[in-house]
């Protein structure tokens, strides 16, 4: 039991030791009588050991106590008191503590000694003065914001009210120049109209968007609801539907006039704008019924000449009842002369397109009449890449351009001579070099025609593989155009089920589609070879 009370002793001795705080014990005399270790290491005399001497002095290097001393405190009133005092460490610099002071006493609760804990809040007091100036500024800070806040609400009052003012005085100017603002209106809107039909001529010649164009501008230009676009065929003396704006594709398919016939057959033919209040009175419209069920009634018909020359009629209408005044003509009669010169301009570049591709095609024609084993390939390939294109679901438009596209993919060969291209044994790798550049030389070819540009990547990549093993890119999946996908099938089945030079007899149909099967995912497009396999199967 002794032993045991003398190692709780040790235990709490060590523990007073060696505790992240000073202690001190001291006397009624403030004479220290004990000191742990961090005491020890903080206040320590230099000169011996501390014990026996006034604390005052050792601490604070004072002939008394200091004033206020809480252990002083602690001996008159029995009670735990509390102080902040500073002191110089052992290194010389001044250092702030946090004193604890408890009373300890005897049997007859006299107070005999205290026990002071001192902690060291030098750091503390630092970072509570750097928070309290961070929180002084931040202060400041929100003042100066809240005074700009201020100036800024102010500022904008007075805006706000200027803004007022020149709203008013913008009606009033308005108002009493209306008149000139609408006809500068009109003039602005007309001059839009001519510089944007210009524009879209010169980057694109398509004759059918180019009249679409022109009934969106004339919409606009008129404060219209739709607008249609009849070009006048001269050889057959009729005015057909080319395009139009705001209309239904039943009203935009209605047949050719005749000149003299209704309303724009009859500004053809006298050469003058003719304009209805309201078709449902008149009985020169040719269907009444289908301007009823599109809502129209009011329409301005307005002649397009070039070089004194008929080129067609633009006819715009007004879903509510109006009167076209002779100021709103106007700029109708200006436009509908330089929509005019496009359209012509746009037939003529048509013509030369066409001129340009047929020359192609008859080269085309004239390399496979030399050719025995080619005679009739592109035919062949454009048919089943058409049936293919069907299959799978691709609109009228891409399939009009997969027709061009089939009929000269195969251009870029007249530039390959006849020895390589009717080599009856395996080609050298120059050869195949060389064979392996015609869709490129067909892309260069076709380049000029601006309505064969969608067909240009058709051409130039369909002896792309879909695993990436073909030429001239070696484009894999996707990347590869749909269309140059579908020709490059019917273009293999076509070489498989023809006479070639470079084998002995060409593939059954049987053969050639087993071919195509067992070369989906490798070769060809899985959804491609899929669809002119059942394609081609309903045929047999």
């Known amino acids: 039991m002794k032993a045991l009370i003398n ?38 005399d230099k000169n011996g050991d501390t014990r026996g001497k006034s604390c005052y002095k050792t601490f604070q290097h004072k002939t008394h106590p200091c004033r206020g001393c809480p252990t002083l405190k602690v001996f008159k009133t ?85 803004n007022k003012l020149i709203a008013k005085l913008k009606d009033r100017i308005y108002k009493k120049y209306r008149y000139e603002i609408s006809e500068l209106k009109l003039a602005e809107e007309e001059l839009q109209g ?59 398919s209605l047949t050719p006039l005749k000149l003299g016939e209704s309303i724009s057959g009859r500004v053809a033919k006298i050469g003058r704008p003719v304009v209805v209040d309201d078709l449902c009175k008149e009985d020169i419209a040719k269907c009444p019924e289908i301007a009823k069920k599109e809502g129209l009634v009011s329409v301005v018909a307005m002649p397009m000449v070039c070089k004194d020359k008929l080129v067609g009629v633009i006819s715009t209408y007004s879903r509510r009842p109006r009167h076209f005044t002779e100021e709103e003509i106007k700029p109708l009669s200006v436009f509908a002369s330089q929509a005019a010169v496009a359209v012509q301009e746009a037939r003529l570049c048509e013509d ?6 047929n020359i192609i095609h008859s080269l085309m024609l004239a390399m496979e009449a030399r050719d025995p084993y080619t005679r009739g390939h592109a035919d062949r390939v454009t048919s089943y890449s ?127 589609l087993l071919e195509i099967k067992e070369n989906i995912g490798t070769q060809f497009d899985p959804k491609v070879a899929r669809a002119f396999i059942r394609i081609i199967r309903k045929l047999q």
């Open 7 to 44: 190692h709780n002793q040790f235990s709490s001795k060590n523990i007073l030791k060696n505790i992240g705080i000073g202690l001190c014990l001291l006397d009624r005399n403030l004479h220290i009588l004990w000191v742990n270790s961090v005491h020890k290491e903080w206040f320590d």
């Open 352 to 357: 030369v397109h066409i001129t340009y591709f």
């Open 194 to 252: 001519i510089l944007k039909i210009n524009t879209a001529f010169g980057l694109n010649s398509d004759l059918k968007k180019i009249s679409n164009l022109i009934s969106m501008l004339t919409c606009r230009i008129m404060h219209t609801e739709a607008c249609i676009i009849r070009l006048f065929d001269e050889k057959r003396g009729i005015l057909h539907i080319e395009g139009g704006w705001g209309l239904r594709k039943n009203h935009l």
């Open 386 to 512: 058409i049936e293919i294109a069907q299959e799978m679901g691709l609109s009228e438009n891409e399939i009009e351009i997969l027709r061009y596209a089939g009929e000269v993919h195969d251009v870029g060969k007249i530039a390959i001579s006849d020895l390589i291209l009717n080599k009856p044994g395996k080609l050298t790798p120059t050869e195949q070099a060389i064979i392996e550049v015609h869709p490129v030389r067909g892309a260069e070819m076709l380049e000029p025609l601006q309505f064969l540009r969608p067909a240009i990547p058709m051409v130039k990549h369909h002896h792309e593989r879909y695993d990436g093993k073909g030429y001239p890119d070696g484009l894999d999946k996707e990347r590869i155009p749909l269309m140059a996908r579908i020709m490059a099938c019917a273009d293999a089945f076509d070489a498989m089920t023809s006479d070639r030079p470079y084998r002995k007899c060409r593939m059954t149909i049987k053969e050639a």
């Open 78 to 162: 029995g009670r735990i008191e509390r102080a902040v005092r500073s002191a110089i460490s052992q290194n010389g610099k001044r250092r702030y503590y946090q004193l604890i002071v408890s009373p300890i006493k005897d049997k007859q609760n006299k107070v005999v000694q205290a026990l002071e804990l001192v902690e060291d809040i030098t750091d503390k007091l630092i970072q509570e003065k750097e928070k309290n100036n961070i929180i002084y500024k931040l202060k400041k800070s929100l003042e100066h914001l809240l005074s700009a806040n201020r100036r800024i609400h102010k500022e904008t009052n007075k805006l706000k009210k200027i």
